[in-house]
């Protein structure tokens, strides 16, 4: 069984509102693996306040990584839900982010939601089916393997914020019938479109591409994000889209020990040479009357 122990620091709606409220917090998994896995029930058994909660995954302060759990109050003045972020003896306090939901949003990469369907030479599959070492198509037709899968749970309960919030292209309405099904991805996610690489919240309009409320995903959702060996576009739902680009490091992803168990050392992989489009004002004119044309058809 894993444990975990040290100062409990809580917040509520996101927001920081007891610093250093238990020393000695003990936390304590049920799964009997050593390991805490996002979603997995703990106790803490120091705190006698709420009792049971909920391992949600870990906030990067300053480099390292800190678990975050969340709480659900029997009562008592905190409210509803409380999430808190436990941290080791000697702590400096003042690294810990007023804002947990702008903090915990900063780290979320560029992935595919769950039942996303990648293009395998034997078919489509969800995302979150495929496996290290299995083959999938690139727009350009050749076949590579997975290298890698990283996994990030994304907690509703923080403060919401469009960063958190995905992006949700319908169904044709980038022209030529696709994305085949209406494609969810995070908001920095690239997909090809007239050439160019195009995060995916530079392309909402409001109509056939506009973003997911965090009220239709439940308390939490998962992004799954694909890397093989280069930077690649392969086919989601249809689309072309990007792979795994180092732009957030690997370690943002709740299995990224995974990773270091099979690779060791992060590597670093470059960006295919095509211009990138970060931003909705950067979008060619023409490029978004075409897609506003397409969402009023």
């Known amino acids: 069984m894993a444990t975990y122990s040290g100062t409990a620091h809580f917040y509520q709606n996101g927001n920081l509102i007891l610093s250093n409220f238990v020393s000695g917090e003990v936390i304590s998994d049920d799964g009997g693996d050593s390991v805490f896995t996002p979603g997995e029930v703990v106790d803490d058994t120091a705190n006698t306040f709420v009792g049971t909660g909920t391992f949600v995954g870990t906030i990067d302060i300053n480099g390292f990584d800190y678990p975050i759990f969340s709480e659900a109050d029997s009562g008592g003045t905190l409210g509803d839900v409380v999430l808190y972020v436990v941290t080791p003896a000697g702590f400096d306090t003042s690294n810990l982010p007023s804002d947990l939901g702008a903090a915990t949003a900063s780290s979320l990469t560029e992935c595919f939601l769950t039942g996303t369907r990648i293009a395998t ?3 489509e599959t969800e995302v979150e089916k495929l496996r290290i070492g299995d083959e999938i198509l690139t727009a350009e037709g050749n076949t590579v393997p997975v290298r890698w899968i990283g996994r990030q749970r994304v907690v509703c309960a923080f403060a919401p914020a469009e960063r958190l919030m995905p992006v949700r292209i319908r ?18 996610h690239a997909l090809l479109v007239d050439g160019l690489l195009v995060n995916a919240s530079a392309l909402v309009n409001g109509a056939g591409i506009d973003w997911v409320p965090l009220s239709e995903l439940g308390a939490s959702y998962t992004v799954y994000h694909v890397e093989t060996e280069a930077h690649d576009l392969i086919l989601a739902e249809g689309t072309a889209a990007e792979t795994y680009i180092d732009y957030v490091a690997r370690r943002s992803f709740d299995n990224h020990e995974e990773y270091r168990a099979l690779y ?3 590597t670093t992989i470059a960006e295919m040479p095509l ?4 931003a909705a004002r950067l979008l060619p004119p023409a490029l978004r009357a075409r897609l506003a044309g397409r969402s009023a058809a």
Do not use: F, K, M, N
């Open 264 to 266: 060791g050392e992060e």
């Open 171 to 188: 169904a044709g309405a980038l022209g030529d019938g696709l994305p085949r099904r209406d494609l969810r991805v995070t908001a920095d």
């Open 121 to 123: 030479p034997s078919g």
């Open 275 to 278: 211009p990138r489009i970060s």
